[in-house]
């Protein structure tokens, strides 16, 4: 361990002019040395890696890691650059670069002392004594920490320049590190410094940081971010505690030390595990870069959060799954959450099979559903023969769509280990033809299951075996029974007689279930009502050969669903002195996202003037419904805007609707609007800015 790195590893004088040329320079001595056995194998990792993140550092560090299969052991290179190379720092150039290459299968101790070492490049004395050191010998073993960087810097004569151009003075050049490091000045932390004696003399106990940090690669950034906010917080007379998410795996935080916290900070660029320990205080949540770069910034940010009484409602991943469940939801608003996680993963497969299925029929024609199967019989240069390619294609992915609902309405309620009983009871459902509702329900029970068998005391010896084994055999036992034995029958009646209904809905009565999924769809522009409108409408279609009703709805909720965008961009066009500027451009966008199906191209002005645009969208959408349903416009595709068009059935009489429904909407909108003061240049914009980019952060999936 202690020959990671050697004087044959130590480069002072590094000519290169690019990160690519630096890391092949010190790469070069580790083949020498035998550390590396694929010179070009291994660049290629160390590339990888630094397209996903640049590894410069403020501070003159470049910090170019990776795990690769071409590692033998543990290595470590450092080179000194006079002229300073490019890694992405927003400081500028670094003048000294380490390499870590780290074996795909890296211990936890070299694990250990390579994150040692990241956190000492947070060490301004650390570092400026590696800008000092003339040997080679010298600066290696003070990385190793066979040395101290005192006795390093004592070796180089006094007045002498080290290779940054600076005079031989650790003190000195350490000063000046700290102050280009953290970005801050002499006066700010003198400042602090006086905040927090007066806090001190006041008897008042410091400010409580916990935080989390983790980078990709678990080597580097993820301690050097730790190193930074510890010592930003002890400059400012805070108590900052932080778990380090890295390769050699993580130490839980005592959960008493989260609970007596003030604060919370994650600087992360995976997600963070086991977020939810930290729900309910004043969180601030960015990059690792910004934990190393800026850790005063993020200490002051998170204090401000808790003066103002600013907490988290809970963990934020990515995914609606993630979201779901919060525990101090009630049950209403859990069950539509765990509802429309499902739905939100089904969605695609929906978007795929459907168009495909379409595509099909475009191709082949309508008998195209009684192909023999392309394995057997497939010409390349016959249309049919790619028809019937499209439509299978289609109809093997439509056969997920009701295992992949029930397994991510469990996943919702019980994250991984409802998967199981989840897709078990989807399949279930399709096996008996209780459908889309079977999905629904063995969703819902498969969770259930899941979460009653997890709080059952067992054995400690057990427990290692339960989310593997136990659970996953008990819970799809269970909802299996159910679904055959129980429920399955009932259901699959219920099914049967919801799609006789809908089969047997003509004139008044599809008129005004069009008018009523166009409301629907109009009200929250991809909210839950918008989805529960347009789910009940895929739903429908999510069959190989859907009935001709099931058909209009999908072509009447489509449509509907356009009309809210186009109508906001013609309003903008026809009557542009009624919006401020930033709606202006905003109806520029709407074109497309409304010929595309896409109903959130309408929130920015939702969101600016409610009361005026969500009821004419309404009004707008209820008429492209009806009239849809009434003309008898049929559609296999759940989605494509006009891009589709000739997949519909009837196509002229649909646009026709779509452009009644769109004139409606203009005209109620511009009579609105008219009949109010008009607002300065400018006014609104930004609400509506806020409104659309509180909807791209929620990264909802699209489905209208």
Same mark, same amino acid.
């Not at 059952?456 to 029974?481: Q, T």
């Not at 489509?558 to 309003?571: C, E, Q, S, T």
């Not at 005026?612 to 759940?638: C, E, H, N, Q």
């Not at 519909?648 to 609707?657: C, D, E, M, Q, S």
């Given at each position: 361990? @202690? ?25 070069? #001595? ?160 003198? =400042? ?143 069950? #539509? ?128 075996? *339960? ?15 159910? *679904? ?36 629907? *769809? ?52 026809? #009557?542009?002195?009624?919006? =401020? ?46 009239? @849809? ?76």
């Amino acid at each position: 361990m @202690s020959e990671m790195i050697t004087a044959d590893l130590v480069d002072l004088d590094l000519s290169a002019e690019t990160k690519e040329a630096a890391a092949r320079a010190l790469a070069e #001595r580790m083949v020498t040395l035998g550390r590396v056995t694929d010179l070009e194998g291994f660049l290629a990792d160390v590339a990888a890696r630094e397209a996903q993140m640049p590894t410069g550092l403020d501070g003159g560090i470049g910090i170019p890691h990776c795990r690769s299969e071409h590692v033998t052991e543990p290595t470590l290179g450092f080179g000194r650059s006079a002229a300073g190379i490019d890694f992405g720092a927003p400081d500028g150039p670094a003048d000294l670069i380490f390499l870590i290459a780290a074996p795909a299968g890296a211990d936890d101790a070299h694990l250990t002392i390579l994150s040692s070492l990241a956190r000492q490049l947070m060490n301004a004395e650390f570092t400026s004594a590696l800008r000092a050191v003339d040997d080679a010998a010298a600066a290696a073993a003070l990385i190793r920490g066979d040395e101290s960087p005192a006795a390093a810097a004592s070796t180089v004569p006094e007045g002498t320049e080290s290779a940054d151009g600076s005079k031989n003075s650790v003190a000195v050049s350490a000063a000046a590190s700290a102050d280009t490091a953290t970005g801050t000045t002499t006066d700010t932390t003198d =400042t602090t410094s006086d905040t927090t004696a007066d806090a001190g003399a006041s008897g008042e106990r410091p400010f409580r940081i916990v935080a989390v940090t983790s980078c990709p690669t678990g080597i580097a950034h993820t301690y050097m971010a730790a190193e930074s906010l510890e010592n930003a917080g002890r400059e400012a007379g805070i108590e900052v505690v932080v778990e380090t998410q890295g390769s050699a795996g993580f130490t839980r935080l005592d959960p008493a030390v989260i609970a007596a916290a003030d604060g919370v900070i994650f600087a992360h660029d995976v997600p963070v595990r086991d977020k939810d320990r930290f729900a309910g205080k004043p969180t601030v949540d960015v990059g690792v870069k910004a934990g190393i770069n800026k850790p005063a910034e993020l200490i002051t940010e998170v204090r401000g959060k808790a003066a103002r009484g600013e907490v988290s409602a809970g963990s934020a991943p990515g995914t609606p799954v993630e979201r779901s469940g919060d525990s101090a939801e009630g049950y209403g608003t859990k069950l #539509r959450k765990w509802l429309m996680s499902g739905v939100s993963y089904m969605v695609p497969f929906v978007a795929a099979g459907g168009l495909l299925i379409a595509l099909g029929f475009a191709i082949g024609g309508y008998k195209i559903n009684k192909a023999p199967s392309v394995m057997d019989h497939f010409m390349w240069l016959q249309a049919d023969s790619w028809g019937a390619l499209f439509f299978q294609i289609g109809v093997v992915s439509f056969g997920f769509l009701v295992p992949v609902l029930a397994g991510y309405i469990a996943y919702g309620m019980a994250d991984r280990p409802g998967l199981v009983p989840g897709f078990v009871g989807g399949a279930i459902s399709l096996t008996i033809n209780a459908g889309f509702l079977g999905g629904l329900a063995a969703g819902l029970i498969a969770g259930g299951v899941v979460i009653g068998i997890q709080k059952v005391k067992i054995p400690a010896s057990l427990r290692g075996i *339960m989310p593997v084994v136990v659970i996953p055999l008990i819970s799809a036992a269970i909802v299996g029974f159910l *679904m055959f034995v129980v429920i399955g029958k009932p259901i699959a009646s219920a099914q049967k007689g919801m799609t006789d209904w809908l089969n047997g809905l003509t004139g008044t009565n599809a008129v005004l279930l069009g008018a009523l999924l166009g409301l629907m *769809m109009c009200f929250d522009l991809g909210g839950p009502v918008n989805k529960v409108a347009y789910t009940f409408a895929t739903a429908g279609i999510a069959v190989a050969s859907p009935s001709d009703s099931a058909m209009k709805i999908m072509a009447a909720v489509m449509a509907a669903g356009m009309v809210p965008p186009l109508a906001m961009a013609l309003a903008t066009t026809v #009557r542009g002195r009624l919006f =401020t500027q930033t709606e202006r451009e905003n109806g520029k966008a709407a074109w497309v996202l409304g010929a595309s199906f896409i109903s959130e191209g309408a929130i920015p002005f939702a969101a600016a003037d409610p009361l005026r645009v969500i009821p004419s969208a309404m009004v707008g959408g209820a008429v492209t419904g009806s009239l @849809s349903m009434a003309f008898g416009a049929t559609l296999r595709a759940p989605h494509g805007g006009i891009f589709v068009v000739p997949l519909i059935g009837n196509p002229v009489l649909y646009l026709i609707a779509i452009a009644a429904g769109v004139c409606v909407t203009t005209a109620l909108v511009v009579v609105l609007k008219g009949m109010r003061k008009q607002a300065p240049e400018g006014t609104g914009a930004g609400v509506a800015d806020t409104a659309i980019a509180a909807k791209v952060d929620s990264k909802e999936p699209v489905a209208a």
